[in-house]
């Protein structure tokens, strides 16, 4: 547990927390966001000890994280890295992986555009007709084949190549979010595992992981390799889709290129399904 990263969370929070936004009266603030003297009142500490516990000098109790998560009405995500920073379970524990049919109806919808879901531990969940057509779909060889972080840091992803640059910020891309699912989700064991794992067979990622990076924009490009039609450079966005706590990967070519031209042709011979639901050992 590291109580100076609890600090730090709870410093943040406050100091991004509008006063209007909790019911305190606004006023002329010297500085932004909620004082420390208002953050005490409001979750029945003293200021001295917001103040100690933002200096990493303090280990709250369970019910004072909770006080700490109401009286600044953190979002969910929020308050379960609070309490996984404070060295408690989150809600449940596990990292949700079922696609609901919202997130089902997305993929479908983007028919000419390759989509894939994962969970926050970078399970793929779902992809479309459109991504299967790119033929860069997992075997069933490895237990982790549709693990993104895993393909990526064991370079099983032969069949797509990025640049240095796009590489290197993908890796940081993966790695921070690993982090910060395994800081909201301390119980889930497959996670734990895969962490350990990454971090003993990856010397890149286990720096990543050690010191991760913040990663401010997520899109990227990669070329994907067609046995049919040669390479594709798509670029790729992520999306994140709230409700079931997964995000979308959708990868775009640009309008008018030979690349968007090569992957309408792919798309248009596909005579797959329109939706896939995979698992870590294959599609199913």
């Given at each position: 547990?590291?109580?100076?990263d609890?600090?730090?969370?709870?410093?943040?929070?406050?100091?991004?927390?509008?006063?209007?936004?909790?019911?305190?009266?606004?006023?002329?603030?010297?500085?932004?966001?909620?004082?420390?003297?208002?953050?005490?009142?409001?979750?029945?500490?003293?200021?001295?000890?917001?103040?100690?516990?933002?200096?990493?000098?303090?280990?709250?109790?369970?019910?004072?994280?909770?006080?700490?998560?109401?009286?600044?009405?953190?979002?969910?995500?929020?308050?379960?890295?609070?309490?996984?920073?404070a060295?408690?379970a989150?809600?449940?524990?596990?990292?949700?992986?079922?696609?609901?049919?919202?997130?089902?109806?997305?993929?479908?919808?983007?028919?000419d555009?390759?989509?894939?879901?994962?969970?926050?531990?970078?399970?793929?969940?779902?992809?479309n007709?459109?991504?299967?057509?790119?033929?860069?779909?997992?075997?069933?060889?490895?237990?982790?084949?549709?693990?993104?972080?895993?393909?990526?840091?064991?370079?099983?992803?032969?069949?797509?190549?990025?640049?240095?640059?796009?590489?290197?910020?993908?890796?940081?891309?993966?790695?921070?979010?690993?982090?910060?699912?395994?800081?909201?989700?301390?119980?889930?064991?497959?996670?734990?595992?895969?962490?350990?794992?990454?971090?003993?067979?990856?010397?890149?990622?286990?720096?990543?992981?050690?010191a991760?990076?913040?990663?401010?924009?997520?899109?990227?490009?990669?070329?994907?390799?067609?046995?049919?039609?040669?390479?594709?450079?798509?670029?790729?966005?992520?999306?994140?889709?709230?409700?079931?706590?997964?995000?979308?990967?959708?990868?775009?070519?640009?309008?008018?290129?030979?690349d968007?031209?090569?992957?309408?042709?792919?798309?248009r011979?596909?005579?797959?399904?329109?939706?896939?639901?995979?698992?870590?050992?294959?599609?199913?």
């Amino acid at each position: 547990m590291a109580l100076q990263d609890l600090g730090a969370e709870v410093r943040r929070l406050r100091e991004n927390t509008e006063p209007a936004a909790i019911g305190l009266p606004v006023g002329r603030r010297r500085a932004r966001g909620v004082r420390r003297e208002e953050l005490a009142e409001l979750a029945g500490v003293s200021a001295d000890y917001v103040r100690r516990l933002e200096q990493g000098r303090r280990h709250p109790s369970a019910a004072v994280v909770n006080a700490i998560a109401r009286a600044l009405c953190v979002r969910p995500a929020e308050y379960e890295r609070l309490c996984a920073l404070a060295g408690y379970a989150a809600a449940d524990g596990q990292v949700p992986r079922a696609a609901g049919s919202g997130a089902m109806r997305l993929l479908e919808r983007f028919a000419d555009t390759p989509v894939f879901l994962t969970d926050a531990a970078w399970n793929v969940v779902a992809v479309n007709g459109a991504w299967m057509a790119l033929g860069a779909g997992a075997s069933n060889r490895q237990a982790r084949d549709w693990n993104v972080a895993w393909r990526t840091f064991s370079h099983a992803h032969r069949e797509i190549s990025r640049d240095d640059d796009h590489a290197a910020a993908f890796r940081a891309t993966l790695a921070a979010r690993l982090h910060s699912t395994s800081l909201r989700y301390p119980a889930d064991e497959p996670l734990a595992e895969l962490v350990d794992e990454l971090r003993t067979t990856s010397r890149s990622f286990d720096s990543l992981w050690r010191a991760p990076r913040t990663v401010a924009d997520h899109g990227n490009r990669a070329v994907f390799r067609h046995a049919g039609v040669g390479d594709i450079a798509l670029d790729g966005t992520l999306l994140q889709v709230p409700g079931d706590n997964l995000q979308a990967v959708v990868l775009t070519a640009a309008p008018g290129s030979a690349d968007a031209g090569r992957l309408d042709e792919v798309v248009r011979a596909s005579t797959g399904p329109a939706v896939v639901r995979v698992g870590q050992a294959g599609p199913g």
